[in-house]
């Protein structure tokens, strides 16, 4: 078997604030909004241009779910968005108001900045070395 994780669920405690955050300040694109019958949204957004793994913004539906935002990775940076342009994407993740946890920094792997999406999750955008 061939296969491929087409999809991560990410916990959030609402949608259009989330669809805001990636679709906006991440300037994700939204491949999918569908109302279910059940009240709950089925929402998948990746980077703009790439075939790979999306994210499906999962409303949370009860309190353990609730309480999980944020902190699905145990407070680890748990998302790695890779760039092919590091300086273009982080001067533009600041003026959209990103939260970046550090400085950028260059590591043996690449070139790399610690940021913080609303509900608490930790992204590193990434530029790897060549």
Not at 18 to 47: H, N, S
Not at 74 to 96: P, Q, Y
Not at 103 to 117: I, K, L
Request: hydrophobic residues 40%; proline residues 5%; glycine residues 12%.
């Amino acid at each position: 078997m061939r296969g491929r994780i087409a999809l991560v669920t990410l916990v959030v405690p609402d949608y259009d604030r989330a669809i805001a955050f990636y679709c906006g300040a991440l300037r994700f694109e939204l491949v999918e909004d569908t109302q279910m019958p059940d009240g709950k949204r089925w929402v998948v957004v990746r980077p703009k241009g790439g075939e790979g793994t999306g994210l499906l913004l999962a409303r949370a539906a009860n309190e353990a779910q609730a309480e999980a935002i944020g902190r699905q990775t145990g407070g680890r940076v748990g998302f790695f968005l890779h760039t092919d342009d590091f300086e273009h994407d982080f001067s533009g993740f600041v003026a959209a108001g990103v939260r970046f946890l550090e400085q950028p920094r260059t590591e043996a792997y690449g070139t790399v900045a610690v940021f913080e999406d609303p509900f608490g999750n930790k992204w590193d955008l990434l530029q790897p070395a060549r």
